[in-house]
């Protein structure tokens, strides 16, 4: 199998996308994270991500996956874009940005990220650097990756 080319389970098929911000700027489809601690990642993007309208949709059982960990999908309407699988090296950390409906949103992001073992990267607050209605805030996950929540429509 070539990279990103894991089996799924027979039982599960990634829903059409056919979505698009209401400004008609696509989306990410989707984002694949190495790990070094499957588990305490799992816990930690389900607790983070989910006051931002994402959940697990779908996990892969280790055997069935080239990196002979557990894979993981986190997504919203059945369709994983955001991937944690278990690889070990240096030079894995990330930034990933996601969209936050309101500034409560980004707000719970940082609450439930700090809760579940991510560390603080910059509070909630408007970053005037990038614009005036830039509201945002940045963990770091178990891994050092660097993970953001923003609003800016607020």
């Not at 008609?24 to 984002?31: F, L, Q, T, W």
């Not at 560390?119 to 953001?148: C, K, M, Q, W």
Request: aromatic letters at 8%; a negative charge.
């Amino acid at each position: 199998m070539r990279r990103g080319e894991d089996e799924q389970p027979a039982s599960w098929q990634a829903p059409l996308r056919t979505d698009k911000r209401e400004d008609g700027m696509e989306v990410i489809n989707h984002i694949e994270i190495g790990v070094t601690d499957v588990a305490a990642s799992r816990r930690f993007y389900e607790a983070a991500l989910a006051p931002l309208g994402l959940s697990l949709v779908v996990s892969i059982d280790p055997e069935r996956t080239r990196h002979g960990t557990a894979r993981y999908g986190f997504g919203r309407d059945g369709y994983p874009s955001i991937w944690i699988h278990g690889e070990a090296g240096p030079g894995r950390a990330i930034h990933i940005a996601f969209t936050a409906a309101s500034h409560d949103r980004v707000d719970a992001f940082h609450t439930a990220a700090l809760a579940n073992g991510g560390s603080d990267n910059g509070p909630p607050g408007i970053r005037t650097r990038y614009h005036p209605r830039y509201y945002a805030a940045f963990v770091l996950d178990p891994d050092g990756n660097n993970i953001e929540a923003v609003c800016q429509s607020g």
